[in-house]
C-alpha cells in the first residue's frame, strides 16, 4: 500500500552530504518527494512509496552517510497524495 511519511531528522545532519544520502536511498528505492535542510539545523524530508520501502528508508537514514550522527527521526505517517514524478533536493 502507498502512503507518505514526512520525517524530521535531529543530530549532526547538515553539512555531512545527508540529503545527497537522503536522495541517493530514495533514488535507490523508487521513492518520490524532497529533502531539505531547516534553519534549525534539522534535515526535513517527505516521501511517498510502499510503506515497507519507506520503513527501508527510514532505517537507512538512521545510519546516515559516513560524517552524520543522528539523534532522532520524527515520523508523521498519511495516505499518498501522488503529488511527485521524483525526489529532489531542495533549497530555500
Known amino acids: ?4 511519511v514526512h520525517l524530521y531528522i535531529s543530530g549532526r545532519v547538515q553539512g555531512v552530504f545527508f540529503r545527497a544520502f ?3 536511498r530514495a533514488d535507490f ?3 518520490t518527494g524532497w529533502v531539505r535542510n531547516l534553519p534549525d539545523g534539522r534535515v526535513e524530508a517527505l516521501g511517498e512509496g510502499d510503506e515497507e ?11 546516515g552517510p559516513p560524517l ?5 527521526i520524527k515520523e ?9 514524478i521524483e525526489f529532489e533536493i531542495r533549497y530555500f
Do not use: P, Q
Not at 520501502?53 to 545510519?63: F, G, H, S
Not at 508523521?76 to 503529488?83: D, F, G, L, R, V
Open 1 to 4: 500500500m502507498k502512503k507518505r
Open 22 to 24: 537522503t536522495k541517493e
Open 29 to 31: 528505492y523508487g521513492i
Open 53 to 63: 520501502i519507506l520503513k527501508e528508508w527510514i532505517k537507512d537514514l538512521w545510519e
Open 68 to 72: 552524520a550522527d543522528v539523534k532522532d
Open 76 to 84: 508523521e505517517w498519511s495516505e499518498a497524495k501522488n503529488e511527485f
